[in-house]
């Protein structure tokens, strides 16, 4: 039960949120040839062992970013982060 950076900030916002970025993340990994069971896809579904929740589709969000602070400088401060570490993404 420890404060957590990143657990924090997804709590602060919408699951409607969460759920897009999770497309967006089985997306990527559908290009990259990896299988996602076809279960994942639907927006209530949470695994097998926890219940199905209801989301309201009508609150996804309409723009390009989900997170309104995940623009083009973000990403250009995400990547000279990865920069630093030695790791160089291909954009």
């Known amino acids: 039960m420890k404060p957590h950076a990143t657990v924090n900030y997804v709590f602060k916002h919408p699951i409607e949120h969460l759920f897009q970025y999770h497309l967006l993340v089985m997306q990527e990994m559908r290009k990259r040839g990896y299988h996602v069971d076809p279960l994942w896809w639907g927006?209530?579904?949470?695994?097998?062992?926890?219940?199905?929740?209801?989301?309201?589709?009508?609150?996804?969000?309409?723009?390009?970013?989900i997170y309104s602070e995940h623009d083009q400088s973000y990403l250009n401060a995400c990547l000279d982060n990865l920069r630093q570490k030695g790791i160089e993404m291909g954009h």
């Open 43 to 65: 927006p209530d579904y949470r695994g097998k062992k926890m219940p199905l929740i209801t989301i309201d589709k009508r609150l996804f969000a309409s723009s390009h970013y």
